[in-house]
Structures are given as C-alpha cells and as structure tokens.
C-alpha cells in the first residue's frame, strides 16, 4: 500500500465495493418468489457477503493502516488491527477476568 499514490489509496474503498457488488450480484433478484424463496435468497447474499468481507479484510486494514500513516502520521498498532479483525468475526475481545 506504501507504493500507492494518495489517489490510488482513495480508490481502494471504490474497488472494495465494486468488488462487492460484482459477487453479489450472481445472485438473483426474484420479487416475484414466494417468502420462503425470498428467505433463501437473502441468506445465500448473507453467507456470500461474509465471505467476500473476509477475502477483503487483510487489504482493507492495510489501506486502513497506510491511510493513518499518511493521514495522522501515526501507524496502527499491531493489536489494535488485530481487535478490529476479532469484532469483525463477531467476537468481543476483551479481559474476561474483570
């Protein structure tokens, strides 16, 4: 992410959604389905949207990171990426002996 220009860095978040929508858009639109069709087709776009927001994440925090870095001219600290990699899988990170 160093190597980027500011405007390339900038246009990662485009491409992560255009990357986005490209995957999901495999799946069909079918207003006309019944509810239980309908249920289906939301989950199929759930399932898929968690998969493609994990192959994104490693890039996505590198651009997080570099953008600090250029930004604030402060760099993210290792365990702050890795907590927002933790509540990202729905996970709570945190002392438990508290």
Known sequence: ??????????A??????RRMQERVS???DEPDADQ????ELDAERLK???EVLDEL???AFAVVREGGRRVLNMRHF???LIGGMVLHQGKIAGNEDR
């Open 36 to 39: 239980d069709r309908r249920n």
């Open 57 to 59: 994440l490693e890039e």
């Open 26 to 28: 495999t799946i069909p």
């Open 48 to 50: 898929l949207i968690s």
């Open 78 to 80: 290792d365990v702050q």
């Open 12 to 17: 990662k978040t485009d491409e992560f959604r």
């Open 1 to 10: 992410m160093q190597k980027l220009s500011d405007e390339q860095l900038r």
